[in-house]
């Protein structure tokens, strides 16, 4: 078994012990929630191909904004990855309101 899976083994079989930092990270981005036969995943992880492509953007921009932390992201060891909850806090927080144009009063043209 690798590292991870080992977490994920002792965090759904309720190992606290093991797998308390993982189950705290994930359950803060809101990835796995609380059940009655221990813990179960609510969301699902995108890869920067996936999330660049929902986004509409190029991988570069998307990798670069993750690696200065500019956009909400998981790593998962040294993969980058970003839940549908990232997803939607980038498009939240990227809308913008239209712009109007103020009208000149009289003053101002003379």
């Known amino acids: 078994m690798t590292t991870s899976e080992v977490y994920w083994h002792n965090l759904t079989n309720g190992d ?3 797998g308390w930092l993982v189950s705290g990270v994930a359950e ?3 990835l796995l929630q ?3 036969g221990g813990w179960q995943m ?3 992880l995108h890869t920067v191909a996936e999330t660049a492509q929902i986004l509409k953007v190029r991988e570069s921009w998307l990798k670069t904004k993750a690696s200065a932390r500019l956009v909400p992201c998981t790593f998962v060891g040294k993969h980058l990855r ?3 909850d990232d997803i ?3 498009m939240r927080v990227g809308a913008r309101q ?3 144009r103020r009208r000149r009063s ?3 043209n003379a």
């Open 82 to 84: 970003f839940s549908d």
């Open 42 to 44: 609510t969301g699902e």
């Open 28 to 30: 803060a981005s809101g």
């Open 16 to 18: 606290a012990a093991s």
């Open 106 to 108: 009289a003053s101002n």
């Open 34 to 36: 609380a059940s009655r």
């Open 98 to 100: 239209p712009v109007t």
């Open 88 to 90: 939607a806090e980038i």
